[in-house]
């Protein structure tokens, strides 16, 4: 077979691969044992998941206090977590002080939320844009008049003081997010623009917010916002810092939408304007679908960060989720020293299950895109 | 038909021998028992449809692939796991890639004087002069102080290639060195390779290229799933194909 | 319209006019609620009485601060307060910056390792410290973990040496002795050596191609120099150890659980994302980089030295960055924990007492666009002269 021509006479058989190049000891031996330097890295990662981790499950699970009416059982028990305070407070942790009567009214404006939110974020679901419609437009009205009340409707008006709780964390974060993703768009049209004066007012605002800490925004919010407005217009103490949001979110979403218009390229602009597009139908029919639905991974982002977020609120008076669980911990019926502990990871998981979700989605959204765009 | 040809025949001075080799990917049997002897100065090209293997085969030359089975000598050298020996291979075996992995950091001239100073450990003056030597024998001197992103496709795998021969490399592996060059930018650098052929230097180069098959090749290798199908010098190989799957291969190619 | 009128009207359709109106409109517009905002804060502040000016600025504080880095006391002005907020911010900002880029460094690496464990125990790490607010882990740290810690009689000790408990971390503070200055001139000393042998190194690599071993000279310089002169003169240092006292510690280094939860804080939360930008930027490298390398016959460390780390670090820079700026902002959470930084005695305690809200805040705000504005040209300069260059 080794001479100067050569032809083929009979096919070679598949042979199976030898032991050691597949299977798991191949595996286990170029992942786990390849040096020195990594066994002994592995036995030291080994050495420690076997003396913490049966620690951590059973300090959840087996320990664990699962239903209790008040502390004394937990004090008894101070090895494991107390779950039973985080099942006995679970309402207040949802709905704050929200009247207990009118809380289907809460759990009302969630549950078409989640299906408006799910409709809009479903890749192949039909007729996006009347869900986007609904959702941009009719939802806020329809949630604020739910939330609030109105006597028009016969709904008993709730103080914005009474709200708290999970619905409230998820009320900013949305609410942040469904307006400022015009507000978003706006800038970023407007950081793009050839006028000059429009361009400058962007990036200044854009800069501007980006520049300082969200918590002083708040305060801006909070403290500067009756002063600079008139009198007889006092905005609702949940109104302040959700302009707050809105305005911090918009200027991050702008950057976002800026880089997806930029990435499109200048053959789309070419193509609608060679159409006879003039700029505000080019701008909605073409360059904006696609920018849009480029960087909705983006804006998934945008939104775990803004959900993380949403926690400083706190600082202004509003009870969100975690200042929810805070005020929980003091209720001195369950004082002891594993309820804050126990409410820490509870809150945790409870903020890790939901970015941690969102962010798988966007991976997915981005390689269903990147598969569309090759 | 020259005198190289008459020494791989008689098995002295190998530059390379393959011996029984083979190679799998998990459990997908990529190199099925190849046998092949390169003689020193032998020009060799691989050919075959996408998946065959031609690029695994020449990357187990400087051990870029790990073979499991069977043994590959280079000269002289057998390549294991062993580190020194792998090192030792590759200081003597230059590479030309398809996408040029020129660093993009340096100037061309520091890409090439990059290994001469840190492997050869060459003085800096005697690295730049023999670099500069090898920028206008293939034609960019001009270009030694730009930067790779600076250059045209052409005129960068003609700097990869230079590149490559600053380390006086005794064999060159070529894996599809035009197949991201625009149209006209082939030539020049077949060009290239042609002259460097024809100064003796022992080549493997796998390329669908098949002109530059026929006019500078000592041997056509043809694979096909992982097995050499058919070697011959390039006439009998292109004009008289005798297995099968060449002839097929030869018929979809060359049209 | 007839043909006179439309051609009258025609001006309208120029692009450049109709460009000029509307920026004329918008910059009327902003004007407008310009005007209309600040005669609303005028009549509002005039109305409730609050300051309008930046006179309280002189006035005296009336409260404590409990980490000052320059003098301060409750006698002292709300503009030295401002200051003490400054620095405590810029303090904390230039602890947790570097520690949170070390651990983000190392977890970058380990998230890279051929060893499956190891980088499995990265994800971990980064996957839930990126998914978790940083309020929630400050209160963690703070409420749940130093807060709990025992009283100062029955404080957890390290060797005798070091105290842990909930008044704080007490270290051993050190006191410089006589042979300090020696001390301090050796380090100096081995530094410039070790800059002079490597320049040294170069040249005569330069010229003959042989290569000295850098590294190691280097820090046998920087370790040996000192413990040489430390064994010649006597120690430069002593150490003043915190000593129980009454119901407290006095002396030794103390470091308040407020800033130990602060900088805990940032330095886990930031040093996930700064992994992630590593891990980014490493594997942004594209593969062909280190084949051709290793082709070249370059082994693996110095096809990383010269080809890929070059190349990953101006990938990594700007992103990088940009965390180092998240730390100063998220600095700010320091409100929540009782750290005085600037928020915390300026845009809180100052601004409740003084009522100047629009002063207090415009000032707060500039400080830290300052800073930003300043990273933000470093970066430009940057880049401007180490990016990649292209046609």
């Known amino acids: 077979m080794d001479s100067l021509a050569y032809v083929r006479e009979a096919p070679e058989a598949e042979d199976a691969a030898p032991m050691l190049s597949s299977g798991v000891l191949a595996w286990a031996r170029a992942n786990l044992f390849s040096s020195i330097g990594s066994s002994l890295v592995t036995i030291g990662c080994i050495a420690l998941i076997a003396y913490w981790l049966p620690q951590l499950v059973a300090w959840a699970t087996t320990r664990a206090i699962w239903s209790a009416t008040n502390g004394a059982l937990c004090r008894q028990h101070q090895d494991g977590a107390c779950w039973a305070f985080v099942i006995a407070k679970w309402d207040y942790l949802r709905f704050g002080s929200y009247p207990v009567a009118e809380r289907w009214r809460v759990d009302l404006v969630e549950a078409v939320g989640a299906l408006l939110i799910g409709w809009l974020l479903w890749t192949n679901a039909p007729r996006r844009a009347w869900g986007a419609l609904l959702f941009f437009i009719a939802y806020p009205i329809l949630a604020l008049v739910l939330l609030r009340g109105s006597s028009l409707l016969g709904l008993p008006i709730v103080d914005t003081l009474l709200w708290g709780g999970i619905f409230v964390s998820l009320l900013t974060a949305v609410v942040g997010i469904v307006f400022s993703l015009p507000l978003g768009v706006l800038l970023a049209l407007g950081r793009r623009s050839p006028l000059p004066v429009v361009r400058m007012a962007s990036v200044l605002f854009i800069e501007f917010v980006r520049g300082v800490p969200f918590i002083t925004i708040l305060f801006m919010a909070n403290n500067l916002a009756p002063l600079f407005l008139p009198e007889a217009w006092a905005p609702d103490r949940l109104l302040r810092p959700l302009a707050g949001i809105v305005i911090f979110s918009a200027a991050y979403m702008a950057e976002e939408i800026r880089g997806g218009l930029q990435s499109l390229g200048k053959g789309q602009y070419e193509g609608a304007l060679a159409l006879g597009l003039n700029y505000p139908l080019m701008t909605a029919l073409v360059i904006l679908p696609q920018a849009l639905t480029l960087v909705i991974p983006g804006i998934v982002n945008n939104f775990i960060g803004l959900f993380m977020d949403t926690t400083l609120v706190s600082v202004v008076g509003i009870t969100d989720f975690l200042q929810a669980m805070n005020n929980a911990i003091k209720d001195p019926i369950w004082a002891g020293p594993t309820i804050m502990v126990t409410g820490y990871v509870f809150a945790g998981i409870f903020y890790f299950c939901f970015c941690f979700g969102m962010a798988r989605y966007s991976a997915h959204v981005e390689r269903i895109l990147a598969k569309g765009r090759k | 038909m020259s005198a190289s040809l008459a020494r791989a025949d008689a098995g002295g001075g190998a530059a390379i021998r393959f011996a029984g080799v083979h190679k799998w990917y998990g459990s997908f049997h990529v190199l099925r028992n190849i046998n092949l002897t390169v003689g020193a100065g032998e020009r060799i090209v691989v050919c075959g449809p996408s998946g065959s293997g031609k690029s695994t085969l020449i990357r187990c030359v400087n051990r870029l692939e790990k073979h499991q089975r069977g043994s590959v000598v280079v000269d002289g050298v057998e390549l294991t796991d062993d580190i020194k020996r792998i090192d030792e291979v590759r200081r003597e075996v230059g590479m030309v890639f398809q ?107 796998v390329t669908h290229e098949m002109g530059f098959a026929r006019q500078v090749a000592d041997r056509v290798v043809f694979m096909d799933m992982g097995e050499i199908v058919e070697v011959n010098a390039p006439s009998p190989f292109f004009d008289h194909p005798r297995h099968e799957r060449t002839k097929l291969f030869l018929s979809q190619i060359l049209h | 319209m007839d043909r006179a009128s ?362 830290y666009l300052a800073i930003s504005l300043s990273v933000a040209l470093a970066l430009n300069a940057f880049n401007a002269r180490y990016a990649l260059k292209g046609r």
């Open chain 2, 99 to 205: 996408n040029f992995n020129l660093f993009p950091h340096l100037t061309i001239l520091e890409n090439c004087t990059l290994a001469p100073i840190w492997v050869r450990k060459m003085p800096r003056r005697d690295a730049e002069e023999l670099a500069r030597k090898l920028l206008s024998r293939v034609r960019i001197l001009d270009q030694a102080h730009k930067y790779p992103g600076q250059l045209s496709g052409g005129q960068q795998q003609r700097a990869a290639i230079a590149r490559a021969l600053c380390m006086s490399p005794k064999i060159m592996l070529f894996d599809e060195p035009t197949s991201s060059l625009d149209p006209e930018m082939v030539k020049e650098v077949l060009d290239t390779m042609t002259e460097l052929a024809q100064e003796g230097m022992t080549m493997i180069v």
């Open chain 3, 6 to 367: 439309a051609k009258r009207w025609s001006w309208l359709n120029d692009e450049r006019a109709r460009g000029l109106i509307y920026q004329i409109l918008l910059l009327g517009c902003v004007a407008a609620l310009a005007c209309g905002a600040i005669y609303n804060a005028v009549v509002n502040m005039r109305a409730r009485g609050i300051p309008m000016g930046f006179g309280f600025w002189n006035d005296v504080a009336g409260f404590d601060i409990n980490l000052h880095l320059i003098q301060y006391s409750n006698l002292s002005t709300y503009g030295r307060a401002f200051w003490v907020g400054v620095l405590n911010t810029l303090l904390v900002s230039a602890i947790s910056i570097p520690l949170a880029t070390l651990l983000g460094f190392v977890i970058g690496v380990s998230r890279l390792s051929p060893n499956w464990l190891l980088s499995r125990f990265a994800l971990v790490y980064t996957s839930i410290l990126r998914n978790t607010p940083l309020l929630l882990l400050l209160l963690f740290w703070y409420n749940a973990v130093l807060k709990s810690l025992p009283g100062p009689r029955q404080s957890i000790s390290i060797g005798g040496a070091v105290f842990l408990n909930d008044r704080g971390l007490y270290l051993p503070m050190p006191i410089a002795r006589a042979p300090a200055s020696l001390f301090a001139g050796a380090v100096v000393a081995a530094v410039a050596l070790a800059f002079g042998f490597r320049a040294w190194a170069r040249r005569r690599q330069d010229r003959t191609g042989t290569q000295a071993p850098t590294a190691v000279v280097a820090a046998a310089l920087i370790l040996g120099l000192p413990a040489l002169v430390t064994a010649a003169a006597g120690a430069p240092f002593t150490f003043d150890v915190a000593r129980l006292s009454g119901f407290n510690f006095k002396g030794g280094l103390q470091i308040i659980p407020e800033m130990a939860a602060l900088v805990f804080g940032l330095v886990t939360f930031t040093a996930a994302f700064i992994a992630e930008i590593v891990r980014a930027g490493v594997l942004a490298v594209p593969v062909g980089q280190s084949e051709a390398a290793g082709a070249l016959g370059l082994h693996r460390g110095l096809a990383m030295k010269l080809v890929v780390i070059p190349q990953a670090m101006r990938l990594i820079t700007p992103p990088l960055t940009s965390q180092f700026l998240n730390v100063v902002k998220n600095s700010s959470l320091a409100v929540f924990v009782g750290y005085p930084d600037l928020v915390q005695i300026f845009a809180g305690t100052v601004l409740n007492q003084t009522q100047a809200a629009v002063q207090v805040m415009a000032i707060t705000m500039a400080v």
